[in-house]
Nanobody
Framework: QVQLVESGGGTVQAGGSLRLSCAASGRTIRNYGMGWFRQAPGKEREFVARISWNGVSVNYVDSVKGRFTISRDNAKNTVFLQMNSLKPEDTAVYYC?????????????????WGQGTQVTVSS
């Protein structure tokens, strides 16, 4: 079992930045693909970013490209999401997830473990 705990959310003005962290415990995540997803009120959970086990392969949803960066520190069993130039439409609960496939996926159903989420609110 892998337990995931997100942190770093909060309220920020448009144009600001936040750095989300996802701390894993119970098992090393070095053999897992990792992803970030978000869910706004009344909407389905959507893919934001994913990273392969070694950090070499990443991809992002088009709406965050050039603004968000996913990274990982396997020695610390932690994954990060740096979010810059935030927009009100980025407001959502952000979830970290672990996929037994070492490359991860853009598909929410592919992930095996999920955190509880952290709220990000961007005011205009």
């Amino acid at each position: 079992q892998v337990q995931l705990v997100e942190s770093g959310g909060g309220t920020v003005q448009a144009g600001g930045s936040l750095r989300l962290s996802c701390a894993a415990s119970g098992r090393t995540i070095r053999n897992y693909g990792m992803g970030w997803f978000r869910q706004a009120p009344g909407k389905e959970r959507e893919f934001v970013a994913r990273i392969s086990w070694n950090g070499v392969s990443v991809n992002y949803v088009d709406s965050v490209k050039g603004r968000f960066t996913i990274s990982r520190d396997n020695a610390k069993n932690t994954v990060f999401l740096q979010m810059n130039s935030l927009k009100p439409e980025d407001t959502a609960v952000y979830y970290c997830a672990a996929d037994k496939d070492v490359y991860g996926s853009t598909n929410v159903r592919a992930y095996d473990y999920w955190g509880q989420g952290t709220q990000v609110t961007v005011s205009s």
